[in-house]
C-alpha cells in the first residue's frame, strides 16, 4: 500500500505540474478567439450623418466609434464602422490591428464585415490574422511581451464599410483590481458617432479630471451597477504639430482613476518595491567590500555605490505581466547584472540602505516633467522611476540609468524632472525635484590661413561641462575612435569639399571635474570659393552648432513649441590672416523669455573673433510668441550666423601709409640733427681728442657694447614686421574709441621704436669712442626704454588683445634699468674708462696736477 501511494503521489504530481506548465502556456500564448458580442453591453439609437469632408482625413473617417468598459468584469469592448471615401483611404484603412498582451490579457473577436452597396460580406476568419510581437521599445533595451493581432482586409474599394468589434478581458494583477483609465473623445480622424461607457460597482469611487473642456457623463444605473456615459456627435479631428512640446496635449479627453490620492499610490508602489533587507549572495560580498574599504566615509561609500549600478549593471527592462510595475529582486538584478530603470533604482537604494544612507525609490515622468501634478492620482502618471538619497544631511538626487557619469562624491548631475513621488510610509504629495546646475558646450574653431591658395589649417576646440560632459562621455564609450573621427570629419565635409584629418582626435577627461574636451586638426585644400560677380577670393563662416538648436516652426503652427532646454552654447570662430583685417567690430543680440542670443565680431593684430553665445532658458516657447520666433528664427539663420571674409576685408594688398611714412622720415630727421649737434658739442674742460689717460672698454661695459650693437639690428625687424606703414593695419579698427587708441598706439610704436634704433645707435657711438658724456646719456637711454614699454603695455590692455608679449617686454626693460643704472652712477670702470670732470674742489694735489 505505501509503494502505491507513492506512485499514485507522484503520477498525481506530474499531472499537476503538466497542467499547471499547460495553463501558463495558454496564458502567455497570443491567439486571437471568436465568440458573440457580450451581453452587458449598453444599447444606442444609430447615428448616419457624415461628418464634413473638409475635416476628413487619410481618405476615411469613423462614422461609429463605440468603446464601453465593464470594470467588474475586465472587459474592454470596442465596436467600430469606417468608411472608404478615396483611393486613398483602400491604402491607410484596410487593416485592422489590436494589441493585447498574452500574459494577462485574452482577445475575442466578435465580427469583420464588409458592407458593400448596403449588402454585409463576412470576413472574420481567425486563420487570416497574423499575431506579430510589438516591441517597439525594444530598440530601447525594453522587452514588454506584447502582440498585435493584424488583418489584412482583401479586395477593399472606395464607399466600403468596413465594421469590426472586439473585447480584450483582463487586467494586469499588479494593480490589484483598482481601475484608471484615460479616455479620449477627440482623434487624430473624424468621428460622426462616439458612444462610450464605463460600467462599475456604485461601491467603486471613480475620480474624473477633464481636459480641454471634455464633455461631463450621462450618470445612471444599470442591472445594479453604475454607469458613465458620454455620447458625442461630428467630432473634429486634431491636427498635431511635430515640435509641440511633450507635455501638451489638445485633445478633449478625460482621466479617471480610482485612486483618491498620491499616498494611495505611493503605498502601492512601495508594496511592489520594498527595498531588500538580509541581502546574500554576490551582492552582499560587493556591500561587505565597499563597507570595509570606505568604512566611515558615507560620501565614498554613495559614489562608488552608485557608479556599481550605472556602470556595471547594463540597462535592458524585461517588463512581462506584473514586472511592467515591480522590480525584481536586486540580488538577481546584480546577478544578471542588467535591469530596467525601477530594478536598478531598487537595487541602489538597497545597497545604500545597507550602509545606513536614507534612500528612496521616486517615481517620475520624464516626458512632462513637472507638469505630471496636472493628473489626479493615478500609476501610469509616471514612466521612470530615480533615487533619492541624504548624504550627510544632504539630499542628493540620482537617475541610475545615466552611465558613465563624472564628478566626485555627491557631485553629480541630476536632470530636470520637474516633480517625483517619493516612495516611503506617509508621502502624499509630489514632491519638487530641485533644480541642479547644467553643463555647457563651448567650441573655438581657429581657422590659420597663409594666403587665398595655400590650404588652411583648422583647430577644433570643444569643452562639455555637466551632463553635456556626461552625454559627451557616453556616445565616445558606445564608439570606437575610428567611428567618432569619421563622424566628425563628415560633419565638416558638409561644409568643405575638400578636408582632411590631419591629426587623430585628442580627448582629455578630467572625470572629477566632470569636465570632458576634444581637439581636432584638419586641412581645408578648398577653403576660399571665386565669387562669380565681384570675382574675389571670398570665405563664409556660419555658426551651425547653433542653426540646428532652432526648430522649424512653420506660419500653420499653433501650439507652443519644444525647444532644447537646457542646452547652452558658447561658440567661437576665430580667423588668423598674416595681414589682419579691416572690419568693424560689431555686438548684435537677441533677449526674449525663453531664450537669448549674443554675438560678438572684433579684429585685433591678425586674429578676427567671431563669438556666439545662445541658450533656451525655457523647454518651450508659448504660442502667442511663435510670430515673434520665427522672425528670430529667420534672423539668425538668413543673417546674424553667418560672416564672410574676402581680400576687402582680409589678406588684402600691401598699401603703403603715406602718413605713417611721412611721420617716420620726420622722427628719423630730427634724431639725427639732434644727435650730431650733441655728439659734437665738448664739454669744458675736456679736449675732444684721444689722450694716453684713456682705458680701454673691458669688464661688464663688453656686455653693454653688445647690446647695444643688436638694439638696432632687432629694431629695424620689429619695424618691417609690424605693418605700421601698411593701410590695413591703420585701418584695422574701422571706428569708435577702440580706431583711436589703436592709431595711436601704430603711430606711438613706430616713433618710439625709431627713437628706440637711433637712440641706442648714438650711445654705441658714444661707447665706441668713449666720451665722457657716455655715462649720462646712456643712463637716459635705459629711462626711456622703461616708460616705453611701460606705455606699450597698458596700450595693449587697454585695446584688450594679447598684452603677454608687452608684458614681457616691460619687465626685461624694467629688469634691465635696475642693473644697469646703478651701475653707471657708481662703477670704478665706467670713471676710469670715460673722461669725467669732476668740480676741482673734489680733485686730490695729484689729480689736479695731472
Known amino acids: 500500500m505505501q509503494r502505491v501511494s507513492r506512485w499514485l503521489f507522484i503520477i498525481t504530481a506530474c499531472i499537476a505540474l503538466m497542467l499547471s506548465g499547460s495553463v501558463k502556456t495558454f496564458a502567455q500564448n497570443p491567439v486571437v478567439h471568436l465568440s458573440p458580442k457580450p451581453s452587458w453591453l449598453n444599447s444606442y439609437q444609430p447615428y448616419d450623418k457624415k461628418p464634413p469632408l473638409r475635416n476628413i482625413q487619410d481618405g476615411y473617417f469613423y462614422s461609429l466609434a463605440e468603446h464601453q468598459i465593464h470594470v467588474e468584469k475586465q472587459a474592454d469592448f470596442r465596436h467600430y464602422i469606417r468608411e472608404i471615401v478615396s483611393n486613398t483611404g483602400i491604402q491607410n484603412g484596410s487593416q485592422i490591428s489590436v494589441s493585447f498582451d498574452p500574459a494577462f490579457e485574452r482577445l475575442d473577436f466578435h465580427e469583420i464585415t464588409i458592407w458593400r452597396g448596403n449588402k454585409p460580406q463576412n470576413r472574420l476568419n481567425l486563420r487570416d490574422f497574423k499575431i506579430l510581437a510589438d516591441e517597439q521599445d525594444f530598440s530601447k533595451f525594453i522587452y514588454q511581451g506584447s502582440y498585435s493581432a493584424n488583418f489584412i482586409i482583401s479586395d477593399i474599394r472606395k464607399g466600403d464599410r468596413i465594421e469590426y468589434s472586439y473585447t480584450v478581458t483582463g487586467k494586469n494583477p499588479i494593480y490589484e483590481n483598482k481601475f484608471f483609465k484615460e479616455i479620449y473623445f477627440q482623434g487624430n480622424l473624424a468621428y460622426a458617432h462616439q458612444y462610450i461607457a464605463i460600467v462599475a460597482s456604485p461601491a467603486r469611487k471613480l ?65 511592489i518595491n520594498e527595498p531588500a533587507v538580509n541581502i546574500k549572495g554576490s551582492l552582499a560580498d560587493l556591500i561587505s567590500d ?25 540597462y535592458m527592462g524585461i517588463e512581462i505581466g506584473e514586472y511592467s510595475h515591480r522590480a525584481n529582486r536586486p540580488e538577481k538584478v546584480y546577478d544578471q547584472r542588467y535591469g530596467d530603470c525601477k530594478d536598478k533604482s531598487l537595487l541602489l537604494v538597497s545597497m545604500l540602505r545597507a550602509d545606513g544612507i536614507d534612500a528612496n525609490m521616486v517615481l517620475i515622468n520624464s516626458s512632462i516633467n513637472g507638469h505630471v501634478d496636472e493628473f489626479i492620482p493615478t500609476p501610469n502618471a509616471f514612466d521612470h522611476a530615480v533615487v533619492v538619497a541624504t548624504v550627510n544631511n544632504k539630499q542628493i538626487w540620482v537617475d541610475a540609468t545615466i552611465s558613465n557619469q563624472g564628478g566626485d562624491g555627491t557631485n553629480i548631475y541630476f536632470p530636470n524632472y520637474g516633480k517625483g513621488l517619493i516612495l516611503k510610509p506617509g508621502n502624499n504629495s509630489l514632491s519638487v525635484v530641485p533644480v541642479t546646475k547644467t553643463g555647457k558646450f563651448t567650441c573655438e574653431e581657429k581657422y590659420t590661413i597663409q594666403d587665398d591658395t595655400s590650404k588652411v589649417r583648422l583647430d577644433v576646440k570643444t569643452v562639455y561641462t555637466l551632463d553635456q560632459a556626461d552625454r559627451q562621455r557616453d556616445k565616445l564609450a558606445s564608439n570606437s575612435m575610428a567611428e567618432t573621427e569619421k563622424g566628425y570629419l563628415d560633419y565638416y565635409s558638409k561644409i568643405y569639399t575638400k578636408v582632411d584629418q590631419k591629426d587623430s582626435i585628442q580627448v582629455i577627461d578630467d572625470v572629477h571635474k566632470n569636465k570632458l574636451t576634444t581637439i581636432e586638426s584638419y586641412w581645408i585644400h578648398d577653403f576660399y570659393k571665386k565669387d562669380s560677380v565681384s570675382n574675389k577670393s571670398v570665405a563664409d563662416f556660419y555658426a551651425d552648432y547653433i542653426s540646428q538648436e532652432l526648430p522649424s516652426v512653420s506660419n500653420q503652427t499653433k501650439t507652443p513649441v519644444a525647444v532644447s532646454y537646457p542646452d547652452a552654447i558658447d561658440y567661437t570662430i576665430k580667423v588668423i590672416l598674416p595681414n589682419g583685417f579691416d572690419i568693424t567690430n560689431d555686438q548684435d543680440s537677441i533677449k526674449r523669455d525663453a531664450y537669448r542670443f549674443t554675438s560678438d565680431f572684433s579684429a585685433a593684430g591678425n586674429t578676427l573673433s567671431l563669438h556666439y553665445q545662445f541658450a533656451f532658458l525655457k523647454d518651450y516657447v508659448p504660442a502667442n510668441k511663435l510670430d515673434e520666433f520665427r522672425k528670430d528664427i529667420k534672423d539668425l539663420k538668413d543673417g546674424k550666423l553667418s560672416y564672410s571674409i574676402n581680400h576687402s576685408n582680409g589678406a588684402q594688398p600691401f598699401a603703403i601709409n603715406i602718413v605713417m611714412v611721412v611721420l617716420a622720415l620726420l622722427v628719423t630727421g630730427a634724431l639725427v640733427f639732434l644727435c650730431i649737434r650733441i655728439y659734437r658739442t665738448e664739454t669744458p674742460g675736456i679736449v675732444f681728442t684721444e689722450g694716453s689717460t684713456f682705458v680701454q672698454i673691458g669688464g661688464w661695459l663688453i656686455l653693454i657694447l653688445i647690446g647695444l650693437a643688436l638694439t638696432p639690428i632687432f629694431g629695424l625687424f620689429t619695424m618691417f614686421n609690424g605693418n605700421y606703414f601698411s593701410m590695413s593695419a591703420w585701418h584695422l579698427y574701422g571706428h569708435g574709441k577702440e580706431n583711436l587708441i589703436f592709431k595711436t598706439l601704430l603711430v606711438f610704436e613706430m616713433s618710439g621704436n625709431i627713437i628706440l634704433i637711433g637712440y641706442s645707435a648714438f650711445c654705441l657711438i658714444l661707447l665706441s669712442n668713449r666720451r665722457d658724456i657716455l655715462p649720462k646719456f646712456i643712463i637716459g637711454y635705459f629711462a626711456y626704454c622703461t616708460a616705453f614699454f611701460i606705455i606699450d603695455y597698458l596700450f595693449a590692455v587697454s585695446l584688450n588683445v594679447d598684452s603677454g608679449q608687452a608684458l614681457t617686454a616691460m619687465i626685461r626693460a624694467i629688469l634691465i634699468a635696475a642693473i644697469w643704472i646703478p651701475y653707471f652712477r657708481v662703477s670704478t670702470r665706467v670713471k676710469e674708462t670715460f673722461i669725467v670732470p669732476y668740480p676741482p674742489e673734489n680733485y686730490s694735489y695729484e689729480e689736479r696736477q695731472q
Open 290 to 314: 565597499l563597507k570595509h574599504k570606505y568604512r566611515n566615509d558615507k560620501v565614498g561609500y554613495f559614489r562608488a555605490a552608485v557608479r556599481t549600478v550605472q556602470d556595471e549593471v547594463r
Open 207 to 271: 475620480n474624473m479630471k477633464f481636459f480641454n473642456d471634455a464633455p461631463k457623463p450621462a450618470i445612471g444605473q444599470t442591472g445594479g451597477l453604475k454607469s458613465y456615459v458620454w455620447e458625442i456627435f461630428q467630432s473634429k479631428p486634431v491636427i498635431e504639430d511635430d515640435t509641440e512640446p511633450a507635455w501638451y496635449n489638445q485633445y478633449q479627453h478625460v482621466q479617471v482613476s480610482e485612486y483618491n490620492s498620491w499616498g494611495e499610490v505611493a503605498d502601492w508602489a512601495l508594496k
